[in-house]
């Protein structure tokens, strides 16, 4: 069973720059979670989608943080513009039911100059 | 709210050593508690759990046992290698809520 796709691995950007996150669940998970990491920090859920709708965003920077999961498959996290302080690793994570099936994808390493 | 601490790290042992990792939670529910592991240059792999009070989650010679009186859930290992060393995680969710919320973690390095 393939696991779950993240891409870019590693992103550089300059401060109040553009930049876009996608992840690939694995196949037939209906939930698909983001989850931002700084260093030194434990990860911190951003949002949760079931399905296509969205379950949880309470801690989305929505000034600047956009995510969606068109046809309820792969998503996107976006942020637009980039601050120092959102330099961090960012993990998707899918779930066919409950918090103990999460699987984690590899993560995206972004750093804001 | 909810949050989960952790032994403070970095923790580095000699092989065959004796490993615990504290943690620590506050809950506004009945949480079920899990330990993650991290391995270099890959994704979190939940490594054991335990779902109400005075279970024993165990995998790959790691156990923890959900203290509700303390509210605690360390790691131990009674034997540790070369392989165990990652960053592991202490997680927590509250029944009714899928949502994980972590611990900062702590680096543990074995050395031959």
């Known amino acids: 069973e393939a696991g779950v796709a993240q891409s870019p691995r590693y992103k550089i950007i300059e401060k109040r720059q553009s930049v876009a996150f996608w992840c690939n669940p694995i196949s037939g998970h209906a939930t698909l979670y983001w989850y931002q990491q700084i260093l030194g920090q434990g990860p911190k859920l951003l949002i949760q989608?079931?399905?296509?709708?969205?379950?949880?965003d309470s801690q989305l920077p929505k000034d600047r943080f956009s995510a969606e999961r068109l046809k309820g498959v792969d998503s996107t996290l976006k942020i637009q513009p980039a601050k120092l302080e959102d330099s961090a690793v960012y993990l998707c994570?899918?779930?066919?039911?409950?918090?103990?099936?999460?699987?984690f994808g590899p993560g995206t390493r972004l750093t804001v100059l | 709210g909810d949050s989960v601490t952790q032994m403070e790290g970095p923790v580095t042992l000699s092989e065959e050593a004796f490993l615990t990792i504290n943690c620590t939670y506050t809950?506004?529910?009945?949480?079920?508690l899990f330990w993650y592991v991290q391995y270099p240059g890959e994704g979190l792999q939940l490594l054991l759990k335990a779902t109400k009070a005075d279970d024993k989650g165990s995998n790959k010679g790691f156990e923890a046992t959900y203290r509700k009186e303390t509210t605690s859930f360390h790691l131990e290992k009674g034997s540790v290698q070369v392989s165990d060393s990652a960053v592991y995680f202490c997680?927590?969710?509250?029944?009714?809520?899928?949502?994980?919320?972590f611990g900062t973690g702590t680096r543990l390095t074995i050395i031959p």
């Open positions: 989608f079931q399905n296509n709708g969205v379950v949880d």
């Open positions: 994570a899918s779930s066919s039911g409950g918090p103990s099936r999460q699987f």
């Open positions: 809950a506004t529910g009945y949480p079920s």
């Open positions: 997680a927590l969710t509250v029944f009714g809520n899928e949502k994980l919320t």
